[in-house]
């Protein structure tokens, strides 16, 4: 059995045992206009091409192909039984090919087809907004698809290729993901409309050592950027923290009902607590104890230039959330 190296497209075997030369894109373009009009002139004036040239095309393909494909008279042209058979086979490639081409044409346009978009649970509900409606007014040729994970699932997500970019809380530290960075945001403080802390614009970050915190479950990174502000406090271990709750919006009521006070990102705090006039909000004092977001992406991601365009643009957008953007992604 006759065997080809590489990529296949080398020659190809023959009756015989000969080898048959590959055909070329031009010489199939010429044979398929020449079997649709059966007429040389009319082929060779709808692809472009003189009619010597499509004459020798068409010929320089029998000689490929080591097949007659046409009988040539004086007035007109007919296909030989192979190449009436072999005309449906050159449109076929040529068909292939033209939709290799497009879909490289649209592979090579930026936002255009899937972009997979991870986010986590203490991001999505506040930003997802404003990334929604850039996308739908900016891109409106890309295809967004959004999936609400945690950090970790996430970054498995990005690594095994289910997921293109995320948005979630940084620094993360991890080997092959390259972070894009689009704000800083402070976080505040949420009591009962009771506590002797509530409404206040200067707590200072020590309030925290003997606070009765409610914190999300673990594997949230905000109960982690919580506990390690709290740390930076000097509150010890000893101090009581109750995780009783899975999401923010449960958190919050957790606190209404007076079993405790929790931190929340300032762009959360209007969803989460305007609805409830028993919440009352209270500010740090500077330097406010914050959190930065950004996109991340795998290092040298093939749309490295799209994504970091659309960082830029999320950046833009923001500036009316109360963050402070990053100027220039550092």
Same mark, same amino acid.
């Given at each position: 059995?006759?065997?080809?190296k590489?990529?296949?497209?080398?020659?190809?075997?023959?009756?015989?045992?000969?080898?048959a030369?590959?055909?070329?894109?031009?010489?199939?373009?010429?044979f398929?206009?020449?079997?649709?009009y059966l007429?040389?002139?009319d082929?060779?004036?709808?692809i472009g091409?003189?009619q010597p040239?499509l004459s020798?095309?068409?010929?320089?393909?029998?000689?490929?192909l080591?097949?007659q494909l046409?009988?040539?008279?004086?007035?007109?042209?007919l296909?030989?039984?192979?190449?009436?058979?072999?005309?449906?086979?050159?449109r076929?490639?040529l068909d292939?090919?033209?939709?290799?081409?497009e879909?490289a044409a649209?592979?090579?346009?930026?936002?255009?087809?899937?972009?997979?978009?991870g986010?986590?649970?203490?991001?999505a509900p506040?930003?997802l907004p404003?990334?929604?409606?850039l996308?739908?007014?900016?891109? $409106?040729?890309?295809?967004?698809? =959004?999936?609400? #994970?945690?950090?970790s699932s +996430?970054?498995? &997500?990005?690594? !095994?290729?289910?997921?293109d970019?995320l948005?979630?809380?940084?620094?993360?530290?991890?080997?092959?993901?390259s972070e894009?960075?689009?704000?800083?945001?402070?976080?505040?403080?949420?009591?009962?409309?009771?506590?002797?802390?509530g409404?206040r614009?200067?707590i200072?970050?020590d309030?925290?050592?003997?606070?009765?915190?409610?914190?999300?479950?673990?594997g949230?990174?905000?109960?982690?950027?919580?506990?390690?502000?709290?740390?930076e406090?000097?509150?010890?271990?000893?101090a009581?923290?109750t995780?009783?709750a899975a999401?923010?919006?449960?958190l919050?009521?957790?606190?209404?009902?007076?079993?405790g006070?929790t931190?929340? $990102?300032?762009?959360?705090?209007t =969803?989460?607590? #305007?609805?409830?006039?028993? +919440?009352?909000? &209270?500010?740090? !004092?500077?330097?406010?104890?914050s959190r930065?977001?950004?996109?991340?992406?795998r290092?040298?991601?093939?749309?490295?230039?799209?994504?970091?365009?659309f960082?830029?643009?999320?950046?833009?957008?923001m500036?009316?959330?109360?963050?402070r953007?990053?100027a220039?992604?550092?």
């Amino acid at each position: 059995m006759a065997s080809t190296k590489g990529n296949g497209v080398g020659p190809v075997a023959g009756v015989g045992g000969a080898r048959a030369k590959q055909p070329s894109l031009s010489q199939l373009r010429a044979f398929a206009a020449v079997a649709e009009y059966l007429h040389f002139r009319d082929a060779a004036a709808a692809i472009g091409m003189s009619q010597p040239a499509l004459s020798g095309a068409v010929s320089a393909l029998e000689d490929a192909l080591g097949v007659q494909l046409v009988e040539r008279t004086t007035r007109k042209v007919l296909l030989s039984p192979a190449g009436e058979r072999l005309a449906v086979r050159a449109r076929a490639v040529l068909d292939a090919v033209g939709e290799l081409m497009e879909e490289a044409a649209a592979v090579r346009a930026p936002f255009t087809g899937v972009l997979r978009l991870g986010v986590i649970p203490t991001v999505a509900p506040y930003l997802l907004p404003t990334v929604l409606t850039l996308v739908h007014e900016r891109y $409106p040729d890309l295809d967004l698809q =959004v999936h609400e #994970e945690q950090t970790s699932s +996430l970054l498995e &997500g990005l690594a !095994a290729g289910r997921l293109d970019l995320l948005l979630l809380a940084v620094p993360l530290g991890v080997p092959g993901v390259s972070e894009l960075p689009l704000f800083d945001e402070d976080f505040v403080l949420v009591t009962p409309r009771e506590h002797w802390l509530g409404g206040r614009e200067d707590i200072p970050r020590d309030a925290l050592k003997e606070l009765h915190l409610l914190l999300l479950d673990e594997g949230h990174c905000l109960r982690d950027q919580a506990l390690d502000i709290c740390r930076e406090a000097g509150r010890t271990e000893g101090a009581p923290v109750t995780t009783t709750a899975a999401g923010l919006s449960t958190l919050v009521q957790l606190v209404a009902g007076g079993l405790g006070v929790t931190l929340l $990102p300032r762009t959360a705090v209007t =969803v989460e607590t #305007e609805r409830n006039d028993r +919440l009352v909000t &209270g500010y740090f !004092a500077d330097p406010a104890p914050s959190r930065r977001v950004a996109l991340a992406m795998r290092t040298g991601a093939a749309r490295q230039s799209e994504f970091e365009t659309f960082a830029q643009a999320l950046r833009e957008a923001m500036r009316r959330l109360p963050v402070r953007v990053v100027a220039g992604g550092r």
